[in-house]
Each structure stands twice: as structure tokens, then as C-alpha cells.
């Protein structure tokens, strides 16, 4: 008696589960409209109506076998518009710089493709020849080919410990089913990662009842100087439902439970009633089988307000170098400059000078006059910067006069030009932190933390250990070197314009450094570096243009 109760109870769960796939998968192939045999992995091998490539479905035929190789080559078909799109600026018309509206689907989005290659799916696609979307389309794209292959694949919002340090940041990736191990497994194909640790990414149903348990700090959750908190965490979990139930949404759809954070400025208050409907979602989410997945369609279908049937669209503006996205305030920072006058120095390090590098070679330079900002740029002025042409602000703990921080090459490029500037050129640095000084410092042969912010623990050779902050200090807490600049020693490195090679020792007037290169140099030395790096001939060998990171800022530079 209680097996044929058991039967019947699991016939009348796929029943339901069959009838959803039904009415949500497209009418593509009569194998992929029902749970084969009750089998939930099945479920996870059909297409949805985001992920079914159509009568493009042939592009999949000939691609890697391995996951590694297939995660590079979906890489090369898009540039997301979060963190890459400043690097392909100058190949990339404006209205292209977000084209998430245009491609909601994978379908779509290989039309897309192939009207600009129609070689396919092809690997190093030209930069002009890609897409601009973001790592939910990496992830859907890549779900897509594993279903084609038969491989139960599901597309999973969440959030990401490792993009960015210290901040928890809205992401898209893969679970991924092994069969050899039978086991689930995860796959970030927007940063070539199998099968890693499930340690190493914030599942939505987690952080929401981490969230109600005050375990976390909602604000270190969500999309970096946008929307945190509250809002943000209930929007993932809305979208990692829908997927799971079959259904991956583009980021610019969402749930009426939202509308208040639209029009609140992120600000959202949910009811008793709602807040136990998440409760009961989320636990359900932390195993996902037939039954729980029955129950959460139940719960999705029945519960209007938490299901993503709103859109909205980024509004584009005329701002001077605009970057497409969102419109809003003009207003520009004000920047404090300093006058640089012309003047002859020796750039590089003499062969006495301890810590000094190979790169370092003295040679003669002379400068015409400019101008300097007096501290780096802070967090305050660069978000006006975001906020007039729709970049995302950067991350930090804390913003006001601290240097900004998180800003690539290309950011910090950029800000310059709308402020009718440039970023210094390397022996220009050298020059204005060097205030006419032939030492290894502008202070002297010893750095101190009083001084600068550095590791004092680590003083230079022959020189008092001092204190070790552990910090970026606001701009302006020490004192400024004979030019009137400050912090150029420690507290922030700083990109300046030139790439990094060998000193071309026969430029002597207003060098500009080499025509190419892979890295950009910065200068200055970081509040976590010990005095050496700190040195006003150091160079660091300089870092990807790409790159982001606490520990970069930049300084302003106006020709006379």
C-alpha cells in the first residue's frame, strides 16, 4: 500500500512538473517537452526559451569538448559592459556600449553574432565583431551548448566573493552535472573557472537567510555603487528562481515586489507576508529536487508579486563623453591644480642607490612647464564622473576624500579627457614628485609615516621602523613636498599615461615613453608597500590597463 501511494504521489509531481515544461519550452523537439521517465536531470538538459538556439543550433556542432577551452572561446564572443567595455571604446560606436536590450536570448544573440562573422562561433573574434553584454549572457550561452550535448546545465544568480576584494558582487554562472562523479558542480565561464569550490560563490537563497539572521552585512551585497542591500539580494533570489524553474531572465526584468526600490531610491520595505513567502523559497532552494522544485513553481505561479514580468530601459543622454547608460547630473568636480615649471632633471636611480631596479637607468630629461592636481582624484569627484555619464561607481568601504580606488587605466583615462585633462606622462610623475630633489625620496634619504602612509614596519635601509596603518588615509594628511603636491610618496599608486619598457635614454624633451606595450606604468608606492617601493624612481613594471584594484588611483595633469 505505501509504495503504491508513493507511485502516485511521485506521478502526480512530474505531472506538474511536466505540464510547466510544456508551457514554458519552446515547441523545438518533442524528447525535450517532458521529465524523461521522472529523471530531474532531465529536466536541466531542455532548453528554455532564453537558452534554445533555434536554426542556430548548427553553430554548436564543432566546438571544444572541454569546459576550460569552452568557457575561453565564449569569452571571445562578448566584451561586458561592466568591466571591459573601456578598453574597446575607440572600436566600438556609442550606441553599442550596452546592447542587452537587443539580445535578450541566445538565439538572438547568435544572429547577432554571425551578422557580424558569419564564420560562427570562432575564437579571437575581432573586438568590433562581438557583442556587449554581460556575464548572465556568458552563462546562458554556455547552458545552451551543454543542453545541445545532452549535459544538464542551469544557470544560477547569485553573488561573486572574487571579483572584487571585500565586496560580495551580483553574479551569473553555471552548475554544471558530472556525470563521472555524479555530482553538480560549478562553472563561471565570464572568468574561466571549473569546478570550483562552492565556498567560493554566494548562492541567492543563502545570503537572503544569512541576510535575516544578521549574519552578513546586506550593503557588502550586490552591484558595486548602484544597488546593495535589501533590494538587490530579493531581486537575485527572484531572478535564481525563475532559472531554476526554466526561465533565465535578463538583469533589465524584475518583480512588481521591487517597484518601491525603483522609484525610492533603492530604499524597499517588504510585508511579514512577503518576507515569510522568501523564507519559505529559500529554503526550499537549498535542495533542489523534483519535489522542492514542484513546490517553488507552486509558489512562483500563485504569488503575482514575485514573479518577473516587469522591464525597464536605460535611458541614453547627450553628456559630453558619454558612455550611454542613464542619464543625470552634469556637474563636474572641482580640481585643485599646481604649477610645475619647466625645468632639467636626471630621471632614474644612480647604481648607489639601495633597492634600486634594473629599469631604473639615469638619463638627462627636460620638461616644459604644466600643471599637477595637488591629491589624487577621490572617490567624491569620480562619482560625479559616474554619475553624469552612467558608469558604474567603483567599490569602496568608505568614499568622501579618500583616493578612488578600483578605477582601470582606461577609467582613469577617461575621467581625465571629461575634465578637459590628461593623465601624467611617466617622467613628468618623476619630475613633480622629486620637487627638485636628488634623493630617493622627496624627504630625504629615510621615509617616515609621518611623512607618508606606507608600511612603516618595513623602513628603508638604514632608517627607523614606524607605524603600519593598514589603510588608505584621506588625501592631504601629510604634509606636501617644494612643489606644493601631495601624497607622492605611499598611500595610493598612481597610473600615469606612458606604457612600460626600457627608457628610450635619447628622448630628452617631454618623453613620452614607448608607442606600445601590454602594461601601464604606475608610480607612487601603496599604503601596504614598504618604503623602497615608495622611492620617486620605482616603477613597478607597470600593470594591464585592464587591471582594477584597492591599491590604484591617478592624479591629473594640464599642459601649460
Known amino acids: 500500500m505505501k509504495t503504491r501511494v508513493f507511485k502516485l504521489f511521485t506521478l502526480m509531481v512530474f505531472l506538474l512538473m511536466t505540464t510547466y515544461c510544456q508551457s514554458n519550452v519552446p515547441k523545438s523537439d518533442s524528447k525535450n517537452q517532458l521529465i524523461s521517465n521522472g529523471n530531474i536531470l532531465d529536466f536541466y538538459r531542455q532548453y528554455s526559451s532564453f537558452t534554445d538556439p533555434g536554426e542556430y543550433a548548427y553553430l554548436y556542432e564543432n566546438l571544444p569538448d572541454s569546459l576550460p577551452e569552452l568557457c575561453s572561446l565564449i569569452r571571445s564572443q562578448y566584451i561586458n559592459y561592466g568591466w571591459e567595455v573601456d578598453m574597446y571604446r575607440e572600436q566600438i560606436p556609442k550606441e553599442r556600449w550596452n546592447e542587452s536590450l537587443k539580445y535578450p536570448t541566445v538565439k538572438s544573440a547568435l544572429a547577432g553574432l554571425l551578422s557580424y562573422d558569419s564564420s560562427g562561433l570562432v575564437k579571437d573574434r575581432k573586438p568590433e565583431d562581438r557583442l556587449v553584454l554581460i556575464c548572465r549572457d556568458n552563462a546562458v550561452l554556455l547552458a545552451s551548448i551543454l543542453k545541445f550535448r545532452g549535459i544538464p546545465a542551469r544557470v544560477r544568480y547569485g553573488f561573486s566573493p572574487y571579483l572584487i576584494p571585500g565586496f560580495h558582487s551580483n ?72 532559472s531554476i524553474l526554466g526561465a533565465e531572465h535578463p538583469h533589465f526584468q524584475y518583480a512588481p515586489i521591487l517597484e518601491d526600490a525603483f522609484k525610492n531610491d533603492n530604499q524597499l520595505t517588504l510585508t511579514a507576508k512577503q518576507i515569510e513567502t522568501l523564507n519559505r523559497i529559500s529554503e526550499l532552494m537549498k535542495s533542489i529536487d523534483a519535489e522542492s522544485l514542484s513546490e517553488l513553481k ?52 644612480p647604481a648607489t642607490e639601495q633597492r634600486r631596479e634594473d629599469d ?201
Open 171 to 242: 553574479h551569473i554562472i553555471c552548475e554544471v552535472w558530472n556525470e563521472n562523479e555524479d555530482r553538480w558542480m560549478l562553472v563561471d565561464p565570464s572568468a574561466d573557472m571549473v569546478d570550483f569550490s562552492y565556498d567560493n560563490f554566494d548562492f541567492s537563497n543563502d545570503v537572503w537567510l544569512k541576510m535575516q539572521q544578521k549574519e552578513i552585512d546586506p550593503k557588502l551585497y550586490g552591484m558595486m555603487g548602484q544597488f546593495t542591500g535589501l533590494s538587490m539580494i530579493t531581486a537575485t533570489l527572484g531572478h535564481d528562481l525563475a
Open 360 to 560: 631604473e637607468i639615469q638619463h638627462q630629461v627636460t620638461l616644459s612647464a604644466f600643471k599637477m592636481s595637488k591629491y589624487p582624484v577621490t572617490f567624491e569627484q569620480y562619482d560625479l564622473f559616474c554619475e553624469a555619464t552612467g558608469r558604474t561607481k567603483p567599490w569602496g568601504r568608505e568614499r568622501g576624500n579618500l583616493p578612488v580606488i578600483q578605477v582601470t587605466w582606461y577609467d582613469a583615462n577617461a575621467f581625465a579627457e571629461w575634465m578637459g585633462c590628461r593623465l601624467p606622462t611617466e617622467a613628468e610623475w618623476e619630475y613633480a614628485a622629486r620637487a627638485n630633489t636628488t634623493t630617493p625620496f622627496n624627504t630625504g634619504n629615510c621615509l617616515t609615516t609621518d611623512q607618508a602612509n606606507f608600511n612603516g614596519e618595513e623602513p628603508y635601509k638604514n632608517c627607523v621602523k614606524s607605524k603600519k596603518r593598514g589603510e588608505a588615509l584621506p588625501v592631504g594628511s601629510f604634509s606636501p613636498n617644494a612643489f606644493g603636491l601631495y601624497d607622492m610618496h605611499g598611500n595610493i599608486w598612481e597610473w600615469t599615461n606612458d606604457w612600460y619598457g626600457e627608457y628610450n635614454v635619447d628622448d630628452k624633451i617631454n618623453p613620452k615613453g614607448p608607442d606600445t606595450g601590454t602594461k601601464k606604468v604606475n608610480r607612487g608606492g601603496g599604503w601596504y608597500d614598504p618604503a623602497w617601493r615608495c622611492r620617486a624612481a620605482y616603477r613597478a613594471g607597470g600593470d594591464p590597463p585592464g587591471n582594477r584594484g584597492t591599491g590604484i588611483s591617478f592624479r591629473l595633469v594640464k599642459s601649460e
Open 298 to 349: 507552486d509558489i512562483y505561479n500563485n504569488n503575482s508579486q514575485i514573479q518577473i514580468t516587469k522591464s525597464f530601459e536605460p535611458r541614453t543622454t547627450k553628456t559630453e563623453n558619454n558612455t550611454g547608460i542613464s542619464e543625470s547630473s552634469n556637474k563636474k568636480p572641482i580640481i585643485e591644480f599646481v604649477d610645475i615649471p619647466a625645468g632639467t632633471f636626471i630621471m632614474g636611480s
